[in-house]
């Protein structure tokens, strides 16, 4: 069974930092393109970053220059380092990655990580 889990989450002060984690595992051939979305209370889910499979990368203006996704393809792992996270970063972050299952792709998703920055 493929599962994504998600860790790193917790709280943090306004300026503080923290780093998630998110890994594929169950069986499946490889790993194209991994992201980190997430979804304030009342709010969409919405794309933070992304990056493929060759490590392009793309973010929302809203955490561009402050957060950095990257990814370790021996570990069927993304990252996402977030630097001075501000009040409005607070939301559940969630990870999805696209797997080949076989002679297709996948879209996953992990169950979500809470992450709130108190002012």
């Known amino acids: 069974q493929v599962q994504l889990v998600e860790s790193g989450g917790g709280l943090v002060q306004a300026g503080g930092s923290l780093r998630l984690s998110c890994a594929a595992s169950?069986?499946?051939?490889?790993?194209?393109?991994m992201g980190w979305y997430r979804q304030a209370p009342g709010m969409q889910r919405e794309l933070v970053a992304s990056?493929?499979?060759?490590?392009?990368?793309y973010y929302s203006d809203s955490v561009k220059g402050r957060f950095t996704i990257s990814r370790d393809n021996a570990k069927n792992t993304v990252y996402l380092q977030m630097n001075s996270l501000k009040p409005e970063d607070t939301a559940v972050y969630y990870c999805?990655?696209?797997?080949?299952?076989?002679?297709?792709?996948?879209?996953?998703w992990g169950r979500g990580t809470q992450v709130t920055v108190s002012s």
């Open positions: 999805n990655a696209d797997l080949r299952i076989s002679y297709y792709y996948e879209l996953y």
């Open positions: 169950g069986s499946f051939l490889s790993v194209n393109d």
């Open positions: 990056i493929t499979s060759g490590d392009s990368t």
